[in-house]
């Protein structure tokens, strides 16, 4: 199975667009089962929050699925009942144009610091757009937590 991996750093423009990367979207299309060489078939993509709290750009089988699994989870609960609000009712269906752009939701990119700069990053099945400054923080924090976790598992202290 194909998977999205790496990191890209892309700008939006003023209209909240941002071009999807070709490797990326290469391997967008092969999850969504789109034939790469058919130009005449548009890709479509959900556009919306991820379960990782970002934007996510899924192709439509794969957002399918996550909504299959959070209908599958118990109604009576509220917390999976937050989730599944905020991941469908985000949600956007759209179709890429011919510079294979997406268009940010207005209320997402201002809520999510979606403007400027931003971090494109493959995670297995969809891509995520982070803000840039909110890449740089998490990755510090990130950075920090893996080196005490790494001195912890080898038996090192600082």
Known sequence: MTQLSGMIECSVDERHRVAIPAKM??????????????????????VGLSLGRNLGVFPKNVHDDLVAFLNGKPKHDTDW????????????EQTLDKQNRIRIPALLAKKLKLQGEVVVT??????????????EREFDEYMDEFESVFQRASGTRP
Do not use: F, Q, Y
């Open 25 to 46: 979207l290469k391997c967008m299309k092969a999850i969504a089962g789109v034939d790469e060489s058919d130009k005449s078939v548009p890709m479509t993509v959900v």
């Open 81 to 92: 009942n937050r989730i599944r609000t905020w991941i469908i009712g985000t949600a956007e």
């Open 122 to 135: 493959g995670v297995e099945d969809h891509i995520e757009l982070i803000g840039k400054d909110d890449w």
